[in-house]
């Protein structure tokens, strides 16, 4: 995946970003899947594992995202997709794909638990990496 700055995301990942839309209009987030037209690629997810095709559209946060932060985890046919949102725009798309083993309702709900947990104030974005790459390690 080439994650080219500036670039708007559905020129970038038309799929992906289609994808999105639906399932956000299917949560009844009207408003963030009409924003995604104008949404644009800052920065590749920093862990570069196989399977995370995920992306900042914001630059990324010094630490923890703090008030106004939210976690939209959509349901996709395949893998996971969550949003981070900030004061209503979305600010990273979290996309895991590539791995059959994401699909396993047992490994959905790990993940789910434990990026909550690491998306709460316990630890920064920063810190949390090196846990993250063990956790998918592990997953793998």
């Not at 699909?103 to 974005?125: F, H, Q």
Request: with cysteine; net charge negative.
């Amino acid at each position: 995946m080439e994650i080219i700055p500036g670039r708007l995301a559905g020129e970038a990942f038309p799929e992906l970003m289609a994808e999105l839309a639906a399932l956000l209009r299917q949560e009844g987030e009207d408003a963030l899947a009409i924003s995604m037209g104008g949404l644009r690629v800052h920065s590749a997810c920093p862990c570069r594992d196989d399977f995370c095709k995920s992306f900042y559209t914001a630059v990324p946060p010094d630490g923890a995202y703090g008030d106004g932060h939210r976690n939209i985890m959509l349901e996709p046919v395949e893998g996971m997709l969550i949003l981070d949102v900030v004061d209503d725009e979305i600010v990273f798309v979290e996309s895991l794909r590539a791995s059959p083993h994401l699909n396993e309702p047992e490994t959905v709900g790990l993940y789910r638990t434990t990026s909550d947990l690491l998306k709460s104030d316990a630890l920064s974005p920063k810190a949390s990496l090196p846990l993250l790459a063990t956790i998918a390690e592990d997953l793998s």
